[in-house]
Nanobody, 124 residues
């Protein structure tokens, strides 16, 4: 059974940083595009970032570009999201996802597996 387990969420003041991790039990982790999405209270799910199989290509939502960095360690079956200069509007539950397509999709329906999410709260 495939499992994606996120960690690293918490409460931080505006301007602070957090690093999220997502450990995947995928046997062929290095063949999956990995993505991060978030859902804020009362809002739809939003694409945050995606990274290619090798880590050589990345894609970001405009709202996080320049502040967030996605990376992966295929030897550890783990993807990361480094979040700097956090803002109150970044408050959400953050989910990691794994997709079989090579395209760095921002469409959540193209991802095959999802984690349970980790809460990030940014206070002003």
């Amino acid at each position: 059974q495939v499992q994606l387990v996120e960690s690293g969420g918490g409460v931080v003041q505006a301007g602070g940083s957090l690093r999220l991790s997502c450990a995947a039990s995928l046997r062929t982790f290095d063949r999956y595009t990995m993505g991060w999405f978030r859902r804020a209270p009362g809002k739809d799910s939003e694409f945050v970032a995606a990274i290619s199989w090798s880590g050589g290509r990345t894609r970001y939502a405009d709202s996080v570009k320049g502040r967030f960095t996605i990376s992966r360690d295929n030897a550890k079956n783990t993807v990361y999201l480094q979040m700097n200069n956090l803002k109150p509007e970044d408050t959400a539950v953050y989910y990691c996802a794994a997709g079989g397509s090579s395209w760095l999709s921002s469409d959540g329906t193209t991802y095959d597996y999802w984690g349970q999410g980790t809460q990030v709260t940014v206070s002003s």
